[in-house]
């Protein structure tokens, strides 16, 4: 059940990212010029999605959205499970008060509003791609963290990591070679769990009008561009772009969560993302 679930999921993500990737280069227009003599088109044989209210194609300027969204979305994830797994790693390795320390500062990470947070660090450098990406994975390692620990303490218990210490091995070699490398399912896992809540994130930066630039086409720009147009009866500008924006999520969610049970099969007492 969980591969034919990953082999759906990865078939329409794989769908998704030819659709961001080839629109744009087969209709070979530049999304960000405007011709607002077809302002507000509705979707025809033309314009599949219809325009927006500067006369941009909607099936293309979406193409790139999607493309932007998820370039986004993947750095936020590989950055976020990077400092989770150094965080992780550091408290179950170590132990004792230095684990209470590290996982109670954890904890007090993650009990601070996530989209508050995230709006202070990108409202002090409006529009820097840098500021989205340090904004959401800045507040969405704490979870890889506790799933690492986890995973840590567990593997501290190994024989391997007792002859590896009996061999001569150093604490940062055990690190190092044995422990770390022996968590990259758990990461990559981690990464692909991530990926939907960065796309939403960024999506709600750009909405709220913190995120991007608004030449900028990405899901959440282009869902706070439709507010004017949906005024007008511009329907369709809200409801392809928030229609993708939805597909995207369920399809990296559910493939991430097949991936996480064909990987490694869930347990019990397994902490969840």
Known sequence: ?????????????????????????VAGVDDRVTDFAQARQAPS????????????????????????????????????????????????FWGGWPDRIIMRSTDAVNALPHLLLGIVIVAMFRGSLLAIVLSIALTHWTQVARIIRSEILSLRQRPFIDAAVLAGASRRQVAVRHL??????????????????????????????????PHEPSLGTLLEEARSSL???????????AAVLVVVTLAVAFAGQALRKVIT????SELRL
């Not at 059940?1 to 280069?25: D, E, F, H, K």
């Not at 209210?53 to 994830?77: E, K, N, P, Q």
């Open 180 to 213: 770390v490398p022996a968590t990259a399912p758990q990461a990559m896992i981690a990464v692909v769990l991530l990926l939907p809540h960065a796309v939403w994130h960024e999506s709600t930066l750009s909405f709220l009008g913190f995120g991007l630039p």
């Open 265 to 268: 099969p869930p347990q019990p």
């Open 231 to 241: 005024l007008l009866g511009g329907w369709w500008t809200l409801v392809f772009p």
């Open 1 to 25: 059940m969980a591969r034919r679930n990953l082999v759906i999921a990865g078939s329409v993500l794989a769908v998704v990212v030819l659709y961001a990737v080839l629109v744009p280069w």
């Open 45 to 92: 044989a033309e314009h599949l999605f219809g325009t927006d209210s500067a006369g941009r194609d909607l099936f293309v300027r979406i193409a790139s959205g999607i493309r932007t969204s998820l370039v986004v979305a993947l750095l936020c994830a590989l950055l976020a499970t990077v400092i989770g797994v150094v965080v992780g790693t550091a408290a179950g």
